[in-house]
C-alpha cells in the first residue's frame, strides 16, 4: 500500500528510462542512493541521501514511476534537487530531468473525466480539485509551484492509488497542451 498525502511529479526524457537502476554513491562527502523495484505497470521505490552517512539524517522519499514520471511523495518540491543528482550520476550526463507542473497564469481549461466532479482554477496557485474515483473521494490542490496534495492513499489498494495519480497526470497534461512548463 502506499501511504502519502503529498507529492511532487518530475518528467523525465524517454529515452533515459531504460538506464534507470539501483545505485549507491558519495560525492562531495554527501551520500547518495535510489533503490528502484519494477512491477506491472508502474515502479517503486525510494532515494537516500545525507550529510554524513556515518553521524547524519537520512533522508528517504518513495516514489512510485508511471511511464516517464516519478511522483515523490514529499512535501518538499526541494527533494527534486538531490533526485536530480542521482539521475544525472545514473546517465552520465546532466539529463532532460524537470518538475511538471502547472505554468503561470494557470489557463482556463476543461477536462472530460468522469472522476474528476469539479476544477476551481487561481492562476497563480493552481487548481482545487474534486475527485469521485469509484468512491475515493479526494480534494487534490494541484500548485503552480510543483506540489500536489490530496487525501491520504492509506487502505486505498495499490491498483486504485495509482489510477488516481494517471488522473493528476492526466490534469498536468491537459493544462500543459501548448504551454511551456
Given at each position: ?28 562527502g ?35 514511476q ?16 538531490p ?17 511538471y507542473?502547472?505554468p ?15 476544477i ?28 500536489i496534495?490530496?487525501?491520504i ?23 500543459n ?5
Amino acid at each position: 500500500m502506499l501511504f502519502s498525502s503529498s507529492s511532487i511529479v518530475i518528467k523525465i526524457n524517454e529515452k533515459n528510462i531504460n538506464a534507470l537502476k539501483n545505485v549507491s554513491f558519495e560525492e562531495d562527502g554527501k551520500f547518495y542512493s535510489l533503490c528502484y523495484k519494477k512491477e506491472i505497470g508502474y515502479n517503486i521505490g525510494e532515494i537516500h541521501w545525507a550529510e554524513s552517512f556515518k553521524y547524519g539524517k537520512i533522508n528517504i522519499v518513495s516514489f512510485v514511476q508511471i511511464n516517464k514520471y516519478f511522483f515523490l511523495f514529499t512535501s518538499s518540491v526541494q527533494n527534486f534537487i538531490p533526485f536530480k543528482k542521482i539521475l544525472n550520476h545514473i546517465y552520465k550526463s546532466d539529463s532532460d530531468i524537470e518538475i511538471y507542473k502547472l505554468p503561470i497564469p494557470v489557463p482556463s481549461k476543461k477536462i472530460n473525466d468522469d472522476y474528476i466532479k469539479h476544477i476551481d482554477i487561481d492562476k497563480y496557485f493552481g487548481l482545487t480539485v474534486n475527485l469521485d474515483a469509484d468512491g475515493y473521494q479526494s480534494i487534490t490542490k494541484i500548485y503552480t509551484n510543483g506540489l500536489i496534495t490530496y487525501s491520504i492513499l492509506y487502505n486505498v489498494e495499490n491498483e486504485k492509488a495509482i489510477e488516481i495519480l494517471k488522473i493528476i497526470l492526466k490534469i498536468l497534461e491537459v493544462y500543459n497542451e501548448n504551454n511551456d512548463i
